[in-house]
């Protein structure tokens, strides 16, 4: 646990979701937490878990009093919570930028985009309908992921991060389930990532990854 906020962390999910990204970063951490599995349309729609969390999906991680949804925000608030890990640069350093602008690029385009493709919403997307979309179309989407991890080992800097992981877990996942092409660049820049000992821990507690879209919420 954090030495300067030792307040519990309890870690709420389902292990074929996103949840399991938040997974992968709480065994990065080396988090103490207690894991409070939910089962779909049960028990993540019970009043006492939309009393934290009104949308009634997961992942969500309860700090003492403080509630944090949406995976991209959990995952900067444990960086910032174990700064020793070195899993966020430091504030202040240019890099930061660079490690913000991709965190939530997935938080964003990337969701919204490969969310819309493997729903098939995108067949008929007009031109008009791609300068509304916040992700534009698909393919631009793409064309921005190759180029941000073409030839990289690492997004920003020379060290491993928290965007690194968010990036990893969805171009794999997108890989996977065919919501993104299997570039070379992809498996290239995502493979060593998803290979990580924490990675592999966090598959060992929570069982493969579910291939469907409908499930990951």
């Not at 065919?178 to 995502?190: M, Q, R």
Request: proline fraction near 8%.
């Amino acid at each position: 646990m954090n030495a300067h906020n030792p307040a519990p962390l309890r870690f709420f999910y389902h292990p074929q979701s996103r949840a399991r990204i938040v997974r992968w970063m709480l065994e990065e951490c080396g988090a103490t937490y207690e894991p409070v599995p939910l089962e779909f349309g049960t028990t993540m729609k019970a009043p006492e878990y939309l009393a934290l969390n009104p949308m009634g999906k997961v992942p969500a991680l309860q700090h003492g009093d403080t509630v944090i949804t949406e995976t991209a925000a959990i995952l900067a608030y444990l960086a910032d919570l174990f700064p020793q890990k070195q899993l966020a640069p430091a504030l202040g350093d240019p890099a930061r930028g660079t490690y913000y602008r991709w965190l939530f690029f997935v938080a964003g385009p990337v969701e919204a985009a490969i969310t819309a493709k493997a729903e098939g919403w995108l067949a008929q997307q007009t031109s008009e309908q791609a300068l509304r979309a916040g992700f534009g179309r698909f393919d631009d989407v793409v064309r921005s992921l190759q180029l941000a991890v073409q030839g990289k080992r690492y997004v920003c800097g020379n060290h491993f991060t928290a965007a690194d992981l968010c990036l990893a877990s969805y171009i794999g996942w997108g890989m996977m389930e065919g919501s993104l092409p299997s570039l070379p660049e992809f498996k290239t820049y995502a493979d060593p990532l998803l290979q990580r000992p924490a990675s592999q821990r966090g598959d060992v507690l929570d069982g493969p990854m579910e291939t469907e879209a409908s499930a990951a919420v």
